[in-house]
């Protein structure tokens, strides 16, 4: 096989993949050896103590205690001795890790406990909280109490979740080409990666549109805008950004972000120093009056937590006061540590914005003929069905058989139940695009006109053209039928552009997904498998500046009792779309607008379980539409969504 060209000249400009992160938890793999805690005053004992004394863990600061000296030999002004809480401790072989500025800031931040004669360095779990997923993702593991299937091969969301996080950044493309359920697209979508999905069936294609429109996905905090600038400040503690932003997606979320705090990190935060020196000047005063009360000689780490019932009020004030600011300085360090240290983002983790609701952006879904197959045995040659001696496959119903077959028992189906041609015969006819004809009455059963229907029928899995209708239009009139009715899966868009031949109308009716299951299908003639969901009608209005409007008639209808097509109004039509400069490969939605049966402000509050801001809502529920500049290419395309999901779109030119 010969790779295409295009190929060829592939380039791989870079690659890379983001480590997952998992959340370490006391005990467990990644955190064996954190068996310490204290609680909100700086108390400090053991997981087991505070067990026994009834603290749950969650409730504490989960620490271990390190080495906080190094083998390297001393030299130079390298530190061998330290004081700590009014005990000396000394390195008699190698030295500290950090120097003496250095050992302060971590005695100020509280970060130094001693084992019998030996300084220790703490480290808190939350000083990196997370460790990296190994190969193996034992977490994905689908129970039977997982989430619901829609599709029999659908892959676990989990799954998709961590290799598009893993791989992509927002705004990047995701190419899945085995569609199924549309996981990948789903999830995909929700993380703000653009995707293209492709699979041979439309009923899995028509499962994964459902699934994909019909969720709801987080808004996540854009960094190129201005409620990101300012999150972004707030987590980082910094000033806002000032530089102007375009909501430009590339640019990635804002993100929740884990510190890695170090030793080294802490040994380097002059901030310690300030915020040390502020709250002393507070908390020395008190511990001296404190000690001229009582007449005692606390130092700062000997000042109990407990206060004594026989002390007077004054020196229980004072004690209170003391631990609040105390604790409080304790605080303010902490914070300023966090602030300070590296950190890692956690990509699965974005900031939403709670206030927002987010629905599947703009997509199309489009249809190619497949290539032809030829089946091949085992020693690759070709197999011959005329010669197969067990070719018990060539008698099975072919697919022409089973769409008239389907087709003669339930009819045609329109936008009115009144309109429904039903057929009172439906016969093979030898055609060459033609297959069938169709019998009905136009007018009423007893006094009508019996009219002939030429019947055409696109393929299985593939999309039905212009020139294909205009060659059965042109065979139906030779024939001298009186309509030609195509029975197709997918019509390319320029196929919408031809209603009439001569005098031969042409109907064009959707074949429902379900008719790829026929053989299990069950077909009691009361499905809408079948179904012509008429032509736009619509209007283009003059609008200020050059610019142009549309306007929303309603569809182009035929009528089989009267054998005319007649524009029906607009409420016949559920929501409608406008691609305001159609490039003639796909419908990209620019304007969207909803008219929808009853009460739709009401189903779409109840359905997205949010607010609508009602003033918002009524630009949309119009059935004109903004202005909007003439398009480049002199082509506008208008798609409607009738009230059962069935759509016709359409393309005008703009002058």
């Known amino acids: 096989m010969h790779a295409p060209e295009a190929l060829k000249t592939l380039k791989i400009t870079h690659s890379f993949a983001r480590r997952p992160f998992q959340i370490k938890q006391p005990g467990e793999e990644g955190a064996t050896q954190y068996a310490f805690a204290e609680d909100g005053t700086g108390t400090r004992r053991t997981l087991a103590e505070w067990d026994s004394a009834g603290v749950q863990s969650s409730s504490l600061h ?54 019998g004669n030996t300084l220790r360095y703490v480290r808190f779990l939350n000083d990196f909280r997370i460790f990296p997923y190994s190969n193996l993702w034992t977490d994905t593991t689908i129970s039977g109490f997982a989430e619901a299937k829609v599709y029999v091969v659908q892959t676990n969301t989990k799954v998709a979740e961590r290799c598009i996080l893993m791989a992509t950044d927002p705004g990047d493309l995701v190419l899945d080409p085995t569609c199924g359920s549309g996981t990948t697209a789903m999830v995909a979508e929700q993380w703000g990666r653009r995707w293209i999905t492709i699979d041979t069936s439309r009923v899995a294609l028509a499962l994964a549109r459902a699934r994909i429109m019909g969720a709801r996905y987080p808004y996540y905090l854009l960094a190129d805008s201005r409620d990101g600038q300012l999150k972004e400040a707030e987590v980082t503690r910094a000033a806002p950004s000032s530089q102007p932003v375009h909501g430009n997606i590339r640019h990635g979320f804002v993100y929740e972000r884990v510190p890695h705090v170090t030793l080294k990190s802490i040994a380097n935060n002059a901030e310690i120093d300030v915020t040390w020196d502020k709250w002393q000047a507070k908390l020395e005063p008190v511990r001296e009056k404190l000690n001229a009360v009582l007449k005692k000689t606390w130092q700062e780490w000997g000042i109990p937590r407990e206060v004594d019932p026989k002390w007077p009020d004054a020196a229980k004030k004072m004690h209170a006061d003391w631990w609040q600011a105390r604790i409080a300085r304790q605080q303010e360090i902490d914070k300023s540590i966090a602030a300070k240290a590296e950190f890692e983002c956690l990509y699965d983790k974005p ?39 067990n070719a018990e496959y060539l008698a099975k119903q072919t697919f022409s058989q089973m769409i008239l077959e389907n087709l003669k028992v339930a009819g045609v189906q329109q936008a009115h139940k009144e309109d429904k041609i039903t057929f009172t015969g439906l016969t093979p006819w030898p055609g060459e695009l033609v297959c069938a004809e169709g019998r009905y009455i136009e007018g009423n059963a007893e006094a009508g006109t019996e009219k002939r229907a030429a019947i055409f029928i696109g393929p299985e899995f593939g999309t039905v053209t212009r020139p294909d209708l205009v060659a059965a239009a042109r065979e139906a009139g030779d024939a001298d039928f009186d309509v030609l009715i195509a029975c197709a899966f997918n019509y390319e868009a320029h ?40 032509e736009p009608d619509i209007t283009v209005l003059p609008a200020e500046d050059g610019k142009v409007k549309v306007k929303v008639n309603g569809v182009d209808v035929f009528h089989p009792q009267t054998g005319e097509v007649r524009s029906d109004g607009p409420e016949g039509i559920a929501c409608w779309f406008i691609d305001t400069d159609y490039n003639e490969e796909s419908f990209f939605v620019r304007h969207a607008y909803f008219l929808g049966a009853n009460d739709p402000y009401s189903a779409l509050k109840t359905t997205l379980k949010a607010e609508i801001n009602e003033d918002a809502w009524h630009t949309l529920n119009s059935d004109t539409s903004r202005a909007f500049a003439k398009p480049k290419s002199g082509r506008i395309a208008v798609k409607v969504i009738n009230h059962l999901g069935d759509e016709v779109m359409k393309v005008f030119r703009v002058n």
């Open 62 to 115: 989960v620490f271990s205690h390190d080495n906080i000296t190094s083998q390297r030999p001393a030299q130079g002004d390298d530190v061998r001795e330290f004081a700590y809480e009014g005990k000396r401790f000394e390195v008699k072989k190698g030295t500290f890790k950090t120097d003496s500025v250095g050992l302060q800031r971590l005695s100020s931040a509280k970060r130094m406990i001693f084992i």
């Open 351 to 389: 900031y939403d914005d709670k206030k927002k609701v987010r629905v599947a952006g703009p997509f199309t879904v489009e249809s190619l003929s497949p290539h032809r197959v030829l089946g091949v045995d085992e020693n690759d040659e070709l197999i011959d069905a005329v010669k197969e001696p």
């Open 495 to 534: 196929a919408t552009e031809f209603a009439k031949l001569g005098r031969i109308p042409v109907l064009k009716a959707r074949m429902n997904a379900d008719l790829h299951m026929a053989d299990d299908l069950k077909n009691t003639g009361k499905g809408n498998l079948f179904v012509i969901f008429g």
